[in-house]
């Protein structure tokens, strides 16, 4: 009953989303404001519709109830109460409930929190954001429909891949999809803004909020993704340039190159018309991610869905709302004149300079990603493209990023000058040359790779503190020191996101460079060296898990004769899934992760033992946890908690501007 | 198990699946390793570079697939040889055809693939040019109003 409750209330959701797309729209052009201040109420009633289906489906797993095809096929009696409920959007249905459910989240934040947008303008975005939940509804009830009920309700269910029952796993889809469905929100101000025919700093003003929101959600979200390849995938791996990994990361590159247009829009009022594009395509991507990974049509290891007619849909959706946009932007586009001009040496044109870096590399890894599509499907070849070619092709645009940041972050708006800038990071250039000769002095291997990131993320890195600090004036370092205190959360939000983005690309370019494997066979007792390290096999032992069986081993670490660390790496076998997975122990550290992989028994009675040394690993999950605080701190800018609607910013206590 | 696996990587690949279908190993396994140090980092730079056939996403260097090893054995078995970086990747592509590359070669139709990034580059760099250039053009014809409103300002 309950699960017919929760069919019942998408389907009233999908009737509601049909009035909130339409009558609002209706009313915009009319000037009729009743019909306007319908899109509020609708917006909603569809999050508690929503709500109610997504909990009846929640409670069907909770309970374990048979008698839904998605509960058997994804569930099992005993599975942990987490993985129960973090089951009903690991598989493609319940997923895209969760999808929808986030959209009615956003739509109803626009109603609740846009007391201040003007009239028309909410309208229409709750409007489009209404058009968008049809869309995703009908696909819903129509394709991939949750409440599907079995004539003949099996004993137990078939448990969900024992590869996705793990905590890190279960809060990365959320994250994800909070990320990919706030996109939305900067689509639908984009699309209202061009039916309006206007864009203006106001406007600037409101859209980086949502797009900031869903941009920390994105880093959030690939970050515990990557955590999550790295400790269960067990070869230490943290990215794999997999269709569905680029599916999450073109969106991400967009929304980046958006946060930062669109304070070219609210300051200066100009990159009007490109920042409107970059809104509907970093949607446009989010899209083309949920056609990659819910249309199964690039083969992949996540690809747990591949259904053509489910495929098909998303690509009509795909192509009435990217190119009913496109269209409308080429007609309206024109009436976005720019009023600021600039230089071109100025912030302005760094931060071009920034979009263009940033959205053709999103491009180079679309191409990468659809190659093997175009193969097949244009050229009838069989075509891969994988981590050589996109750490080839990739590469040099991050490094222009990481080059260009600290100056272009210090330039004046509308006029900078270039030397001045760069005077000022004398020092910041001349520390990290040191740390780059330094790395290059301490490794042992030929390769360059890890002395340049370690250059390159100190640069960016002391180039943030180097601008911050240049914010807080001239004064003595007493009266500098108490400033910065008083700075405006943006600028410590920008700070704080430059130095995660520098702290991820050391790390990155550390754990690729410096990282050390072995892989041997070791009988019970023997030890063996793992760089400065020992490791030593003590035992072996099988233990009873409440879904599977493991071989448990117990190794110990030493160094210098001083434990470091004991670890029980396991190999489990989950029966009712069929499946062996293998769980790496490790053992987490500042400098270094120590990280350590059971294989399988050999018939001499050793074991097959995989060990790596891997530099500098939390670096990579810190750095991307700074990025997502610094864009959690410009969120909470006292210019969007007070003067959201305002015209021009409250002046009072903004001490450095 | 050693020496049986050895023996199995000169069947054809099919059958050596099926045979280790059953018993899934980790990737690279201890008894594949060469013991010339270089021979073996070369293995790895290579395996890097060659899809799992029956996995898609991953390289044969990190696939648990039977098939993989296969290729791994197969790759070190040639560079033992005396084979070439070069001969080795043809002789694997030879088998399997081109689709087992994780790196297109840069030739013919995939010369699009490799040059979309600088081509799209220097697009970008050209229409962000050619726009200033036309933002300047409004500016110096704005500067005369903004002259009047100065002067305006400044008689005040």
């Not at chain 1, 709500?51 to 994804?74: I, P």
């Not at chain 1, 990071?425 to 520390?431: C, S």
């Not at chain 1, 340049?452 to 993320?457: A, E, N, Q, Y």
């Not at chain 2, 070069?86 to 689709?99: F, H, I, L, P």
């Amino acid at each position: 009953m309950i699960v017919e409750l929760g069919h019942f209330a998408l389907i009233l959701a999908l009737m509601v989303a049909v009035v909130q797309a339409t009558l609002p729209l209706w009313g915009a052009h009319r000037g009729d404001r009743r019909l306007m201040a319908l899109a509020g109420p609708a917006a909603g009633l569809q999050l508690v519709l929503i709500g109610g289906a997504f909990a009846a489906l929640t409670w069907a797993f909770v309970v374990s109830d048979f008698s839904l095809a998605v509960v058997v096929s994804n569930s099992h009696t005993a599975k942990p109460m987490l993985y129960k409920v973090s089951g009903v959007w690991g598989n493609h249905e319940g997923s895209l409930l969760l999808w929808v459910l986030i959209l009615a989240i956003y739509g109803a934040a626009v109603a609740f929190f846009g007391g201040n947008l003007p009239e028309r303008l909410r309208a229409r975005v709750l409007a489009v954001q209404g058009m968008i939940g049809v869309a995703f509804m009908a696909f819903l009830l129509w394709t991939s429909n949750p409440f599907w009920r079995l004539a003949l309700p099996p004993l137990d269910g078939e448990d969900m891949n024992p590869l996705l029952q793990d905590p890190g796993l279960a809060f990365h889809p959320p994250f994800l999809y909070l990320g990919y469905v706030g996109l939305s929100m900067a689509f639908s101000f984009a699309v209202a803004a061009l039916i309006e025919g206007r864009v203006d700093a106001a406007w600037g003003r409101w859209v980086r909020p949502w797009t900031l929101a869903a941009w920390i959600f994105l880093t959030i979200g690939i970050a515990l993704g990557s955590w999550w390849a790295y400790y269960e995938l067990g070869w230490g791996g943290f990215w794999f340039w997999d269709p569905v990994e680029n599916a999450s990361f073109m969106p991400w590159l967009l929304g980046a190159a958006l946060l930062h247009s669109a304070i070219v829009v609210e300051k200066r009022e100009s990159l009007k018309a490109w920042t409107v594009l970059l809104a509907i395509m970093a949607f446009g991507f989010s899209l083309i991610g949920t056609f990659i990974v819910r249309s199964g049509a690039i083969t992949s290891v996540h690809a747990f869905a591949s259904d053509p007619a489910r495929g098909v849909f998303i690509l009509m959706i795909l192509v009435f709302f990217t190119g009913g946009a496109l269209t409308l932007f080429a007609a309206r586009a024109g009436a976005m004149e720019a009023r600021g001009v600039f230089g071109l040496v100025s912030r302005e044109s760094a931060l071009v300079a920034n979009n263009i870096l940033l959205s053709v590399s999103a491009c180079v890894v679309f191409i990468g990603t659809i190659w093997p599509m175009v193969g097949e499907w244009v050229l009838g070849r069989d075509l891969s493209v994988g981590e050589p070619f996109f750490n080839a092709a990739f590469t040099p645009f991050a490094v222009g990023l990481a080059l260009i940041l600290p100056p272009g972050a210090m330039l004046a708006w509308k006029r900078g000058d270039l030397g001045r800038s760069l005077r000022g990071l004398v020092p910041a250039l001349v520390l990290s040359l040191a740390l780059m000769a330094l790395g290059y002095a301490l490794q042992t291997g030929r390769t360059a790779l890890g002395p340049i990131g370690l250059g390159l993320g100190a640069w960016v890195l002391f180039g943030a503190i180097t601008d911050l600090w240049a914010r807080t004036g001239r004064a003595g370092a007493g009266g500098r020191l108490a400033r910065l205190t008083r700075l405006p959360r943006a600028d410590w939000g920008k700070a704080a996101a430059h130095s995660g983005f520098g702290i991820t690309v050391f790390a990155v370019a550390a754990m690729l460079a410096w990282k050390v494997e072995d892989i041997r066979v070791v009988q019970l007792g023997e030890s063996f060296p793992l760089g400065s390290y020992e490791v030593r096999l003590d035992e072996v032992a099988q233990v009873e898990g409440p879904n599977y069986t493991s071989a448990t081993a117990t190794m110990t670490v030493t160094r210098a004769g001083a434990v470091v660390a004991v670890l029980h790496p396991e190999k489990r076998v989950y029966p009712v899934a069929g499946m062996p997975t293998t769980e790496a122990a490790i053992d987490y550290g500042f400098w270094r992760d120590l990280y350590l992989v059971l294989g399988d028994p050999q018939q001499d009675g050793g074991w097959a033992v995989r060990s790596y040394i891997e530099p500098f690993a939390n670096w990579l999950w810190g750095g991307s946890l700074i990025m997502a605080l610094g864009g959690l701190l410009s969120l909470t800018d006292r210019r969007y908690r007070v003067a959201a609607g305002a015209r021009k910013p409250v002046a009072q206590g903004v001490a450095a501007e | 198990m050693t020496g049986a696996s050895r023996g199995w990587a000169r069947a054809p690949a099919c059958i050596v699946a099926l045979f280790l279908w059953a018993a899934p190993a980790l990737a690279v396994q201890p008894d594949e390793i060469l013991a010339d140090p270089v021979l073996e980092a070369r293995a790895r730079d290579i395996s890097r570079e060659i899809r799992c056939p029956v996995c898609q996403g991953e390289t044969i260097d990190d696939s648990n697939a039977p098939i993989s090893r296969d290729l791994r054995l197969i790759i070190r078995e040639r560079l033992v040889a005396g084979d070439s970086d070069a001969e080795v990747v043809d002789y694997v592509v030879a088998r399997y055809g081109e689709g087992i590359l994780f790196n297109p070669r840069a030739e013919g139709v995939n010369l699009v693939l490799w040059l979309a990034g600088p081509v799209l580059l220097l697009a970008g760099i050209a229409v962000a040019l050619a726009a200033g250039r036309r933002r300047k053009a409004t500016d110096t014809a704005l500067t005369v109003e903004e002259e009047a409103r100065l002067k305006d300002i400044l008689n005040q």
